[in-house]
């Protein structure tokens, strides 16, 4: 769009022009007020476009974005799936989106009966059954999952206790969460085998260890293999383990974190719950403890006192971590998710990704290096680009950026940091093998391409919107705004 500058009025984009009308207010049916002088602008003239104009740009522009509705979203770590669209439907429920967070909780016992039974949902499925749904997503979860392990040991006197334990497999958040808290960061490494190395931990553990952070299965697409050891040493020096249950999508209907060891977990709703994940938000990181940890969790939850629901502060509470009781539309998106599948089919979510990954490594690990190949990966799985860059000078990035031109959205590259020239991929369980094969086909032919001639893949892409563009001038130089 082109501004006309320094003109007060009418201010004109390329597609309006003086007297075009976009919308009709109808008639004012209260009493106006005159708004606050102070907070009013004379200053600030509006492009008059007309309705089909602003429509149709902004059509445009959407057509231009890759979505989970057009394609596979193959982002390792993100669990991008397909939002069954009677989620969203649900959500837009007069009932649901016309309550006020300020309102008498006694005038809406839907909407805590709704949060009553996703609570007990999600703490049946974790074996947690102390829950909260008020973090906003799922760092805000991490950071009140520390915060809760932090009550724990000042309510016992344990103050000595500040270093927490985080594996070089885990989530990036995972030691920002912890150094917000006031925490050292003791990371531990990994096997052979891309477990945590038990000699190590053994070693870093100790009367100091506030708790280990462990994403389980972890950033290479593995389950711990010595998971219950792994918890046993945390336990026997009197530390607590977090569960960063980030990946849940590969364990849902088929083991409960509670049940391994793991002491305080949170959820991302907009992850495995089928919320929409992506474009910002809005997003939920339930928090799950165990039984005796529930009286640390942020107030308010929603307790059942006979057949009626209300809210509760719990005994040592830690307080609020989000203004009122959490992104509650994203709530009923996945109660009703886990409503439409049941108990009886839950598990099959956890069963066909796991299936699709390791479909999907299969068609791939003799062409792109599987670091951990020997093993059978979860939902998730890590390749490596090192031989592209050896071989043909070709790295990991512009494997990516070719990949657009064959229709598809990159996977998740250069994480974990434990992968050189890393490309993560998730295809979750939404895919269909089709769907599987026309990815891998393509990854396939970028290969080929690859050896062939490699400058293809350096100048990609060459069908996007925009083109290769210089990464650090773009941070360090962005352009906000259009400019005549």
Excluded at 423 to 432: N, V
């Amino acid at each position: 769009m082109t501004i006309v500058a320094n003109k007060p009025e009418p201010i004109v984009y390329e597609l309006g022009a003086p007297g075009r009308v976009g919308a009709v207010l109808p008639e004012c049916d209260v009493p106006l007020t005159p708004l606050p002088a102070h907070l009013t602008r004379e200053e600030l003239p509006l492009p008059q476009v007309a309705e089909v104009d602003v429509v149709r740009h902004f059509t445009r522009l959407s057509q231009k974005n890759y979505c989970v509705d057009l394609g596979i979203y193959p982002l390792g770590s993100c669990t991008m799936k397909y939002n069954p669209k009677i989620n969203e439907e649900a959500a837009k429920l007069d009932g649901f989106t016309a309550l006020h967070p300020y309102q008498d909780p006694a005038d809406a016992p839907g909407a805590l009966q709704l949060m009553y039974e996703l609570q007990e949902m999600l703490g049946e499925i974790c074996g947690l059954p102390g829950v909260t749904l008020q973090p906003a997503a799922g760092a805000q979860g991490e950071l009140t999952g520390i915060l809760i392990l932090h009550a724990y040991h000042r309510s016992r006197g344990e103050t000595q206790r500040h270093k927490v334990l985080v594996p070089d497999s885990a989530h990036g958040t995972n030691p920002a969460s912890s150094a917000m808290s006031g925490y050292q960061v003791v990371q531990v490494k990994s096997d052979a085998r891309g477990n945590v190395d038990l000699d190590e931990l053994r070693r870093l553990a100790d009367h100091e260890t506030v708790g280990l952070m462990l994403t389980n299965p972890n950033t290479l697409g593995l389950f711990e293999e010595h998971i219950r050891e792994v918890c046993q040493i945390i336990h026997d020096v009197g530390g607590l383990v977090y569960g960063d249950g980030a990946n849940l999508n590969a364990l849902v209907g088929i083991a409960r974190p509670g049940d391994l060891g793991i002491d305080v977990l949170h959820s991302n709703l907009h992850k495995t719950f089928a919320v929409p994940h992506g474009g910002g938000g809005p997003g939920a990181g339930a928090v799950l403890v165990r039984r005796d940890l529930a009286q640390f969790l942020p107030a308010p939850v929603v307790v059942k006192k006979g057949k009626q629901y209300a809210f509760a502060t719990p005994k040592k509470s830690i307080g609020r971590v989000k203004s009122f009781y959490g992104n509650f539309l994203a709530l009923v998106r996945a109660y009703v998710y886990l409503r439409l599948l049941g108990k009886e089919h839950l598990a099959r979510v956890a069963e066909d990704a796991v299936i699709n990954a390791n479909y999907l490594l299969a068609r791939l690990r003799n062409t792109y290096h599987a670091p951990f190949g020997d093993r059978r990966c979860k939902h998730e799985f890590v390749l490596t680009g090192t031989p592209f860059v050896e071989k043909y000078g070709v790295h990991t990035l512009d494997i990516a950026k070719r990949i657009q031109d064959y229709g598809f959205h990159p996977p998740t590259i250069y994480f974990p940091l434990t992968v050189p020239e890393c490309l993560m991929i998730e295809p979750t369980e939404t895919q269909s093998k089709e769907s599987l094969d026309e990815f891998a086909d393509a990854l396939l032919a970028i290969a080929q391409e690859a050896a062939a001639n490699p400058q293809i893949l350096k100048d990609a892409p060459h069908t996007a919107p925009v083109t290769r563009l210089d990464d650090v001038k773009a941070a360090r130089e962005p352009v906000l705004g259009y400019h005549s």
